[in-house]
């Protein structure tokens, strides 16, 4: 590793040991509020726009969940760490159907499994000795049109269909909030998604997620406080994209 490079790394890793401290603290303080533990909760360091040095500097403080929003670029830094155990690689971010065989290997997680037929081309394309996709149903609780997801709806009857396909296996559901500073907006998307995996659980025979992916930089503490049990967090642990 270069001169610079060190350089680079051991400013994320600065960046990322105050961001983690603040970051901790607030979920501690949001989880005791909802009646839960901090440990409920993980923390994704979503690294879209940086440099290896980042990702590098996460897996060294100890943040081993990675998240990236397109394929090729999470491919590229799979391929570049490859020699490394420690990052679990989740795709978060919408996945054209065509791109659907390339997520597989590539990533260990996806959050952002926001149509049927999204599902169905994982099905045709799985190989026929392989082990379930980990998927998050992405689910749009905010209504925006901008928003790529089932609606609360379209989830509650095709949700079934997804439990038939064997070679997905759903952890749970995710959902964006608006970028906004309403309080009552931001907690009523994400208590909407915590409602309708309650309301799943008791009406979906077969369901069994019990995972919530919702809350960004922006909106985390609300969305833990609200039932999430993981957080993607880019700008409030990494700071801005470089360039």
Known sequence: MSDTAVHLMKSYQAQLREGLARVRETIGAAAERSGRS????????????????????????????????RVSELERKRAALADDPRPRWHMVGH??????????GTAQVLHSLDSLKLAERFERTAPEAGEPLPVFVQVNTSGED????FSPEEFRVQIRRILELPSLRVKGLMTMAPYTDDESVLRATFRGLRELQEEAHSTVEGYTGHELSMGMSNDFELAVEEG?????LGTVLLGERPG
């Open 146 to 149: 901008a928003k790529y997801g």
């Open 95 to 104: 996945v054209q159907s065509r791109k659907a065989p390339r997520i597989r």
């Open 38 to 69: 901090a440990d409920s909760v993980e923390i994704m360091a979503v690294t879209k726009g940086h440099p290896l040095e980042a990702l590098q500097a996460a897996l060294e403080v100890g943040v081993e969940d990675l998240g990236e929003n």
């Open 228 to 232: 999430s049990t993981m957080v993607r």
